[in-house]
């Protein structure tokens, strides 16, 4: 024993060549030097919030402009692929509505929405599509969405993959007839862009098929007005199909060439193309 108490063999393991204050102060350097890091890149530290699902905190960084939310790490992996691995639907909706690209791709070639689909996030899957992510991109693989949702048996994806994968064919029928003073010649309104409502999983699993009728204005300018259900189907796809509808954008109904406000019906149909 020594005179602080310690056996002589602890000394002999502790010692000889770096002094424990040293390795005090290179532990606190390194843990000085990764705050500082971080500081020095703002991009890095959203990353890591996103990452942990700090919704608050990814949040008030998004109001950096020093934030380049499509930043990619040393994997290539960008804010919305983690937020799409992660599961966090309101990390996803944030950066969609803060305009990040949908369709960059890590150094395996996913884009967040094949992240989404390979790890079974289902709403993430359903934000990005609704938002229009490009479900023919192909990873490193060659490999696409719906061909991973068909190799994990994920039927739900593939369902919604599938209709997300070409235009809604929904039929759109003028429910009234504007009146006017004279015989004018009326256009009607034409689908510009349009995203294909997609099943909810609790009605794709209970089997449901049929059509959503849904009343909407169709305003001068080409967006949707109000909308009301004129003939129901199920609640969960009622809704599905309102919040699809309001998105969508037209060409705008003209008499005699001036773009006009119209009353429209909306025939919305699901029908279920994958085995459950």
């Known amino acids: 024993m020594l005179n602080g ?23 606190l350097s390194s843990l000085l030097f990764g705050a500082s890091a971080s500081a020095q890149d703002p991009s890095a530290e959203f990353r890591r919030q996103v990452r942990r699902g700090a919704f608050r905190d990814a949040e008030a960084l998004l109001g950096n402009p020093k934030v380049d939310p499509d930043a990619q790490d040393g994997r ?17 909706t944030l950066l969609i509505k803060a305009d990040v690209d ?38 490193t693989a060659g490999s696409t969405a719906f061909e991973w949702a068909r190799k994990r048996d994920r039927t739900y994806l593939a369902q919604i993959i599938a209709i997300a994968s070409r235009p809604s064919a929904a039929n759109v029928i003028l429910s009234e007839q504007p009146v006017t ?23 794709f699993d209970r089997g449901i098929e049929g059509r959503v009728v849904l009343r909407v204005i169709i305003q001068k300018d080409g967006s949707v007005g109000a909308i009301r259900i ?37 025939e919305v149909d699901f029908e279920i193309q994958q085995q459950r």
């Open 5 to 27: 108490g310690w056996p002589s063999a602890s000394i002999e393991m502790m010692s000889p060549k770096i002094p424990l204050v040293l390795l005090s102060q290179l532990s």
């Open 76 to 92: 290539g992996f960008t804010a919305l692929m983690f937020a799409a691995e992660g599961d966090t639907p309101e990390l996803v």
């Open 102 to 139: 949908f369709n960059l791709q890590n150094h395996d070639g996913e884009t967040a929405l094949i992240v989404a689909v390979k790890r079974g996030r289902v709403e993430a899957s359903r934000l990005l599509l609704m938002a229009g992510a490009d479900v023919s991109i192909r990873d």
């Open 181 to 203: 003073l004279s015989t004018e010649h009326l256009e009607p309104p034409r689908v510009i862009e349009d995203t294909p409502p997609l099943y909810t999983e609790g009605a």
């Open 230 to 266: 004129q003939e129901s189907l199920d609640g969960d796809l009622d809704r599905a199909a309102i919040t699809a509808v309001q998105t969508w954008t037209f060409e705008p109904a003209t008499v005699d060439g001036d773009p006009i406000n119209v009353l429209a019906d909306i």
